[in-house]
């Protein structure tokens, strides 16, 4: 079958997701690329994808699932027994029911899952000190992905149409683990050394963080993907709460063996 166009959806507030599908999608030549990023407030307006396009749709993992506010956002996106591509990253534990509960939400969605894939991203925890699966994916898990593009589009090329599509089989279990609980913290901000820079504003994906005297985070909308963290100019910004500190420790020590991509087509 001829693909039109490529789609890349993504949910994706460290961009580990939104780099893994932009290197598979760079493994399918010659055919014009679009990119959506549901990842921030207001992006999440309806769309429609045809029969004769590709989407490639990747978020992070959480605690085993796909992460809840990215669930809301892909209620955005439908298709018209469009192909479709899952992805999911981790942060080097386990991916868990994530993939396959992002299977299912596209598969209700009108899309078909022909490939999926999971890929390491750095653990929203990582840090200086306590580095889990840093700086992935890194160099050798994005020439996998591009790979498994081209692989992706040989196979799309080959089938005539998908009237005898059956569901992709991947890992996970119905019913879906439990997911991630609301935690009642916050990451903190250094008053001493914030500027008031106000650079974390428009890098959280829950619109949690507001300056009026000072940057404060609401800690009833906050999802804990510590975009905040990662892209503040001053390190103004941490995670102070012991159960997180704790949870960091505890995937620092073990969680260091490096793990490798699952592709699945």
């Keep these: 079958m001829k693909i039109r166009k490529i789609w890349l959806v993504s949910f994706s507030p ?5 780099s893994v599908i932009e290197a598979i999608g760079s493994g399918i030549r010659d055919i014009p690329c679009e990119t959506i990023d549901l990842t921030y407030p207001g992006t999440d307006s ?6 004769d396009e590709l989407a490639i749709i990747g978020v992070p993992v959480y605690a085993g699932r796909v992460a809840p506010l990215a669930v809301e956002r892909l209620a955005a996106i439908h298709g018209s027994n469009t ?4 992805v999911v990253t981790y942060g080097n534990r386990e991916f868990e029911d994530a993939l396959i509960e992002l299977r299912d ?3 209700k969605a009108a899309f078909k899952p022909l490939a ?5 991203g750095e653990h929203s925890f990582s840090g200086l000190e306590t580095p889990i699966a840093a700086e992935r994916p890194d160099q050798v898990d994005l020439v996998r992905a591009a790979d498994f593009g081209a692989k992706i589009i040989e196979k799309l090329t080959n089938l005539e149409n998908l009237g005898n599509f059956t569901s992709l089989d991947v890992p996970g279990d ?18 001493s050394d914030c500027t008031q820079c106000a650079a974390c504003i428009p890098t959280c994906p829950a619109g949690a963080i ?3 005297s000072e940057i404060s985070v609401d800690k009833n909308l906050c999802i804990f993907c510590c975009a905040c963290i990662k892209n503040c100019p001053e390190g103004a910004m941490l995670i102070n709460a012991a159960p997180i500190k704790e949870k960091r420790q505890w995937l620092y020590e073990n969680c260091a063996e490096r793990k490798e991509p699952e592709l699945y087509l």
């Design 46 to 51: 309806k769309r429609q994808f045809a029969a």
């Design 116 to 120: 999926a894939c999971t890929f390491i």
């Design 105 to 107: 939400i596209v598969e």
């Design 174 to 191: 119905i019913p879906y683990k439990e997911g991630m609980r609301s935690l009642p913290f916050s990451p903190t901000v250094i008053e």
């Design 14 to 18: 460290t961009r580990t997701s939104k």
């Design 210 to 212: 507001s300056l009026e």
């Design 83 to 86: 192909p479709a591509v899952v």
